[in-house]
């Protein structure tokens, strides 16, 4: 399949919603990503764990090496993934980003210079994008799509496939989190909404007596929810319930 052919032919998202398992998801995106224009790809999903340790996968074509360091070492300081996990505004890879990174270098943190050097020293530091996609249940996924040096199709190759990437990848990211079977807790025994309503009030900073009086209930009553709310988010407290609400957006 030709790069034109790729970006005009829009069944692939028809294709991505009637993948079936892993592996036909894994060997169908590599085959299209590999279409346009781009020496390697990386696919990251962070799921939400926890806040301080949230894990994450990565499927791609990158040398295992760099991978396997990025992930121990390096991922925490990178400033290119931080950006992507807090913000959906992508990263485009051109000449002059990769310019300001060589120009600032010297001035960053000893960690932040580490991650840079050693993106610089594996090749990962020519044209490309990177897109960030968050999902329902407090998930995120970033697409990075790079060449291992400037040549000026990297540029051409941008332009060709930026926009068809980022209309896709949401919908990519949707069925990977769907295949890998992955449900936050509180979702098989969903809250009701009055452990809903307790929560919000909680997240507000009232306590179950003024939460009580707000809601025209007894104090016991919103302990009651509290406890139900925190017994199906498998939460060990009040507080642990309030952060699994947010972190799973179901507040």
Sequence with gaps: ???????DDLHIIERIANFQNMDQFKTAMDGFLSTLGFDCWAYTVKMPDSFNGSSF????????EFV??????HAFHCPRLKHLW??????IYDKKFTDNDLKLLRHQPVKVKAVIEEIIDFGYHG???SLTTHGKHGDKGVLTLQNRDKRKDGIDAISLSFHFASAFFPLMHMKYIELKGWRPPGSLFPLTERELECLRWAADGKTAWE????LNVSERTVNFHMANAQKKLMASNKIQAVARAILYNLL
Aim: no cysteine; aromatic share 8%.
């Design 86 to 91: 807090q913000s959906e505004v992508p990263l």
């Design 127 to 129: 044209h490309g994008f």
């Design 57 to 64: 996968d990565i499927i791609h074509t990158w040398n295992q």
């Design 68 to 73: 396997d360091r990025y992930r121990d070492i």
């Design 1 to 7: 399949m030709s790069k034109n052919n790729a970006v």
């Design 211 to 214: 939460t009580g009086m707000v």
